[in-house]
């Protein structure tokens, strides 16, 4: 079991909170939550935290030069500010959600009690309007729905069904294309992982609401949702088992995208705020409507990769009861009520959130598609680092370089970078990694490509490490991609 949760009324946690609180920085605040030692750099063993759904590594020393004081442009949506920030944003939702490791330990127990304390809490809720604002900057460039009244949100949804059902997506036919197939498929599911149980967590929280006045039906309609979810525990469970995964909380923490996590932090973002309570619903009914259309391609990338059984029953993303038909019903339902006790404002809060899930969807899709494609073709991006600092040497091409001297077992919690980078191991040993399925030995004078936006992470083997990272620009990398 967790360590108890300290008293509420000890005020020895706020000791230097206002200390914090007083130079008017917003980053202070964010960097006071992200010192959390459950939030501390990753240590050689923590790949993977099955057992500790409060360890969550969020690479704090970056924060040093990171500027969430700053609405995040939609071109930025998938650099190393987005992938922290997400990290922090899902802390900060958690930190109110009730988790259990699956044994007790010494460090569960520590992590936990840092985790949930008092001062976790506090600044999580301070930090929580700084990085929404940053994070979610991207939506307020979204254009805004024409036309008016129930039915012209039923024709959007529609429309949308019928363009997805058509084209469900990049990233399970670049997974289906890959050569080694159950590294993809491992990934994807290490995706849905990331998101899917934040959804479902949505529609529970919106189904704690009390609507019955204004809408009778609105609560059942939620608690359906969430109950399917928890039906299908067993055969989420046996689907992660087919792939060596387990369901924890945190698990697979430092292998998902910034994306994944965006997904599933807009959802419970919405849902957790009162005056975004309809556009939850819209986000909702999106990602009802994504879950009909993936899962087909899904499925195929599971059969494919992991030889996973997904008929029916065995399936826990079918929703078998959501087509275009069905979409439509359930969009009258949802807002019918509600337009006639409160008028056109909340079908315009209903496409706005539906059109920010749908953005939502297509950033992962296509980050996605370009992580798992690199990560197949590790090979072909040494072999381009080659070309490239050949290129480099032979034209006397000087480009902005970091080099860096590490020691044994010294880890790089998974991150991305701003630009192209190429890693060129000087001297030593280690192990660089981007899935769970297996690890890339790096010797003295091996290089690898690393493109802007790509997750990786590394571990130093040797007693020490000396490696060198130029900076490639977007002109020079096209010349070799």
């Known amino acids: 079991m967790p360590a108890p949760i300290p008293d509420p009324a000890d005020v020895t946690a706020f000791t230097d909170l206002a200390a914090v609180l007083g130079t008017g920085d917003p980053n202070d605040v964010v960097k006071a939550f992200a010192a959390n030692q459950a939030f501390r750099a990753a240590e050689w063993e923590e790949l993977t935290t099955e057992d500790d759904p409060y360890r969550r590594p969020v690479r704090p020393d970056d924060l040093e030069w990171l500027d969430y004081d700053k609405p995040l442009p939609a071109e930025k949506a998938l650099k190393l500010s987005a992938l922290l920030g997400h990290r922090m944003l899902r802390n900060v939702y958690d930190a109110d959600r009730h988790f259990l490791p699956a044994v007790s330990s010494e460090a569960s127990r520590n992590d936990a009690a840092d985790f949930y304390s008092t001062r976790n809490r506090v600044l999580g809720a301070l930090a929580r309007p700084v990085l929404e ?107 992660l088992a087919t792939a060596d995964l387990r369901p924890g909380a945190a698990a697979y923490w430092q292998l998902w995208l910034g994306s994944s996590l965006g997904r599933g932090n807009h959802l419970q973002h919405l849902s957790r705020a009162p005056e975004h309570q309809v556009a939850a619903l819209g986000a909702l009914v999106h990602e009802l409507l994504d879950q009909a259309v993936t899962d087909a391609p899904l499925s195929a990338v599971l059969a494919e990769g992991l030889g996973a059984d997904l008929a029916p029953g065995a399936d826990p993303f079918a929703v078998a009861d959501v087509d275009g038909a069905a979409l439509g019903r359930l969009v009258e339902e949802i807002l019918t009520p509600l337009q006639a006790a409160f008028g056109d404002v909340v079908v315009d809060d209903f496409r706005a959130g539906f059109a920010q899930a749908r953005w939502f969807a297509g950033l992962w899709d296509r980050d996605l598609a370009d992580q798992v494609s690199w990560a197949d073709r590790i090979e072909e991006y040494q072999e381009k680092a080659e070309k490239i600092d050949q290129h480099l040497s032979n034209e006397n091409i000087e480009v902005d370089l970091d080099t860096f001297v590490e020691s044994n077992e010294e880890t790089s919690t998974t991150h991305v970078h701003n630009e192209h980078r190429l890693v060129m191991i000087e001297r030593g040993q280690m192990h660089f990694w981007n899935n769970t399925t297996h690890k890339i030995e790096l010797n003295e004078g091996d290089k690898l490509l690393i493109p802007v936006s790509r997750l990786h992470g590394s571990t130093v083997l040797s007693g020490e490490c000396t490696y060198h990272q130029p900076i490639i620009p977007d002109e020079m990398l096209a010349q070799f991609l």
């Open 133 to 239: 604002r940053h994070l979610f900057a991207p939506l307020a460039e979204l254009a805004t729905p024409t036309g008016t009244g129930v039915d012209a949100a039923r024709a959007e949804v529609l429309a949308e069904y019928e363009r997805r059902s058509a084209e469900p997506g990049a990233a399970f036919e670049a997974a289906r294309a890959t050569k080694h197939r159950a590294e993809s498929a491992n990934f994807v599911l290490l995706q849905i992982a990331a998101y899917r149980p934040a959804a479902a967590g949505a529609w529970g929280g919106l189904a704690l609401g009390e609507y019955d006045e204004a809408h009778p039906g609105l609560r059942r309609i939620a608690v359906e949702r969430y109950r399917r979810w928890v039906e299908q525990a067993p055969a989420w469970r046996s689907l």
